[in-house]
């Protein structure tokens, strides 16, 4: 299934990376394997993923605060947002 990102998101997942690289290579790196692993779960199985706000669904990183919020659309999957967990509930809703 193809995947698109909203440019925010895109900035936000960079973001979180950066963070992380600032901090320790390693982390940024494991950061980054998870992000992946969490797209390939979604893009195989995206329903299985509970119902969240404005129409999307979310799966949460296992070891990082983040959250993958995504909607199905015809054909492929939007990831709206790549949301801290505990920064700004709800931002993202307008995109």
Do not use: C, N, S
Not at 67 to 87: P, T
């Amino acid at each position: 299934m193809r995947v698109t990102f909203h440019p925010a998101a895109v900035a936000e997942a960079r973001d979180a990376r950066r963070w992380y690289a600032d901090r320790d290579a390693r982390a940024a790196g494991v950061f980054i394997r998870e992000f992946d692993a969490a797209l390939r779960r979604l893009i195989e199985l995206p329903q299985a993923w509970p119902t969240f706000e404005a129409g999307t669904r979310r799966i949460l990183l296992k070891r990082y605060p983040y959250q993958i919020i995504y909607r199905e659309k015809a054909g492929h999957i939007e990831i709206v947002a790549v949301m801290h967990e505990r920064r700004r509930p709800g931002y993202w809703q307008d995109r």
